[in-house]
């Protein structure tokens, strides 16, 4: 028998996948196409936006609109932005049920094997990749975290801010793609949170409407 929380998440998944089918239904007769990677996003209930810079790094007012899950919302900006071209950011965090670790190919690489041990779970959930990291998706219910701290050189968590998701470009002409696109998003490792430093407090969404983010 599954716990509630897992049937909740579940039913949640399920609800944005078929609201994403009924609206690509519904707009099927329109002549453009939206990438499959965005689709795939909407589909995981994850909140999406244009962004018109190539830089990892940008401010969250620089965002061409608020995150959304509305299909015909990222449709429009795509169809928008199509010719000059723009990048796309997922917003993490409780509205998009989603934190995202990355860690970089040198030296992030080390410390992921020192904070994860034998645990390799971690594999198997949704990441992407751009020229000098990894992502790695899991699920977030607004459980209180640790943060890593300075501690665990070339790791990020990100959590109530913006990133760079596929099929964005960086600006060294790098593809960001996802490495196993049709995986499913998984529980945060425990063996992680207990090598983690401080406690980080929740976030209410007032706090965060006001503030710009910085995607690292």
């Not at 049920?97 to 198997?124: K, M, N, P, V």
């Not at 990441?127 to 975290?145: E, H, K, L, M, P």
């Not at 968590?157 to 696109?181: G, R």
């Amino acid at each position: 028998m599954i716990s509630a929380e897992e049937f909740l998440r579940k039913f949640k998944e399920e609800q944005a996948c078929a609201s994403v089918q009924r609206e690509l239904s519904s707009t099927a007769q329109s002549d453009f196409e939206l990438d499959s990677a965005l689709t795939s996003a909407l589909q995981r209930g994850w909140y999406l936006a244009p962004v018109l810079t190539r830089s990892k790094y940008f401010l969250r007012r620089s965002l061409e609109g608020e995150p959304t899950q509305h299909l015909a919302q990222i449709r429009l900006w795509a169809s928008a932005y199509s010719e000059c071209g723009c990048n796309w950011v997922v917003e993490t965090g409780i509205r998009s049920g989603l934190l995202i670790l990355e860690f970089t190919y040198d030296i992030g690489q080390a410390t992921i094997r020192y904070l994860l041990e034998d645990d390799c779970s971690w594999h198997t959930t949704v990441q992407f990749t751009d020229q000098n990291a990894r992502f790695v998706c899991f699920r977030y219910s607004g459980q209180r975290i640790r943060t890593l701290g300075t501690r665990f050189p070339g790791v990020t968590i990100h959590l109530d801010d913006c990133i760079l998701i596929p099929p964005s470009i960086t600006t060294k002409a790098s593809q960001i793609s996802y490495l196993n696109p049709c995986a499913r998003t998984l529980e945060l490792p425990d063996g992680l949170l207990a090598k983690c430093g401080t406690r980080r407090e929740d976030l209410s969404r007032s706090d965060n409407d006001g503030r710009d983010y910085i995607a690292a």
